[in-house]
């Protein structure tokens, strides 16, 4: 049996940053593009936040952690009577502020 032993890809793959994640500056943000009924709804195409880091493996996190909540929110707008901008930039407001907050707090407070 023929063993690939090769881990290069895996290395790659674990140290790389998901394709909707950018750098400004020193700083990491998320962009998050919308369906494109929901884009023409809202009048915008997409959602961009920053992710207050210029850690490489904290912005992983807080990629992978928003864009969980960016799927569940998407489903709630579509589901909206009368979906607005205002609706969905006090969602992410609310949202990026608590998951710096949480993501921030040291694991054992004295």
């Known amino acids: 049996m023929l063993r690939h032993t090769d881990t290069s890809h895996r290395y790659a793959v674990v140290n790389s940053l998901p394709t909707h994640v950018g750098r400004r500056g020193s700083t990491y943000y998320v962009r998050f593009r919308l369906p494109a009924s929901l884009a023409r709804t809202l009048g915008i195409p997409e959602n961009r936040r920053s992710l207050c880091t210029d850690d490489f493996r904290l912005a992983r996190i807080r990629c992978l952690t928003a864009t969980l909540w960016f799927e569940a929110l998407v489903g709630t707008l579509e589901n909206m009577k009368s979906t607005t901008r205002e609706d969905l930039e006090a969602a992410a407001s609310?949202?990026?502020?608590?998951?710096?907050?949480?993501?921030?707090?040291p694991a054992n407070p004295p």
Not at 99 to 104: E, G, M, Q
């Open 94 to 105: 609310a949202y990026f502020d608590e998951l710096i907050a949480d993501v921030d707090q």
